[in-house]
């Protein structure tokens, strides 16, 4: 199975300042039709998760554009640019290029 | 509008089996897949298996003796069943379309022993 390995576990920052969470993969995420499988997700406190960015760096619909992704084959990084107070919450990567799929072991963004 | 949404049992029996159903609207099963995910209390997010749009399934391989999904397509309907189970899997069961854009709120599911 693919281990997706996500640093730091938690995220102290103030709002304004910008961040980086790194996922890194055991084994390359490029799919053999191109693309690359690899999405980030937020977890809102009490709340399901929501899909932010979508094969590396597509940001989903409805979210904010100081979201984005990057990277490529075994090496991720979402950063937000100008974190806003709604942003606190466990940030996840999630591969579905390789069965089964798999989730990091998650970030836990705080807000001083 | 996309909408997934779980029910089931919120208490189990250990040794017993648990059954969820993810009930759809907006889009088609035969369209999308919809996966299955569980997360225990303050810890991660697990994987549990997938049934695809031609209804093929797979599963987390720590899972997979225990694990059945199905589905009913007239019904707009994905059912997980999960036998033998243990407190260890008490949990929050979530249900999403496989490109994990739409989740449902989830069911919490306490197995008692």
């Known amino acids: 199975d693919v281990v997706l390995t996500q640093t730091p576990p938690t995220l102290s920052t103030t709002i304004g300042q910008s961040v980086s969470i790194s996922c890194r993969s055991s084994?390359?995420?490029?799919?053999?039709?191109?693309?690359?499988?690899l999405n980030w997700l937020l977890q809102r406190p009490g709340q399901s998760p929501q899909l932010l960015i979508y094969?590396?760096?597509n940001l989903e619909s409805g979210v904010p554009n100081r979201f984005s992704g990057s990277g490529s084959e075994t090496d991720f990084t979402l950063k937000i640019s100008g974190v806003e107070a709604e942003d606190l919450g466990l940030y996840y990567c999630m591969q579905v290029t390789h069965v089964p799929f798999t989730f990091g072991s998650g970030t836990k963004l705080e807000i001083k | 509008q996309v909408q997934l949404k779980e029910s089931g049992p919120a208490l189990v029996q250990a040794s017993e089996t648990l059954s969820l159903t993810c009930t759809v609207s907006?889009?088609?099963?035969?369209?999308?897949?919809v996966i299955w995910v569980r997360q225990p209390p303050g810890k991660g997010l697990e994987w549990m298996g997938i049934?695809?749009?031609?209804?093929?399934?797979d599963y987390n391989s720590a899972l997979k003796s225990r694990l059945s999904i199905n589905r009913d397509t007239s019904k707009s309907q994905v059912f997980l069943k999960m036998n033998s189970l243990e407190t260890d899997d008490t949990a929050i069961y979530y249900c999403t379309r496989d490109l994990g854009d739409h989740w449902g709120q989830g069911v919490m599911v306490t197995v008692s022993s």
């Open positions: 084994q390359s995420l490029l799919d053999s039709d191109g693309d690359t499988y």
């Open positions: 094969s590396v760096s």
């Open positions: 907006g889009f088609s099963l035969t369209n999308y897949g």
């Open positions: 049934i695809w749009r031609n209804g093929n399934t």
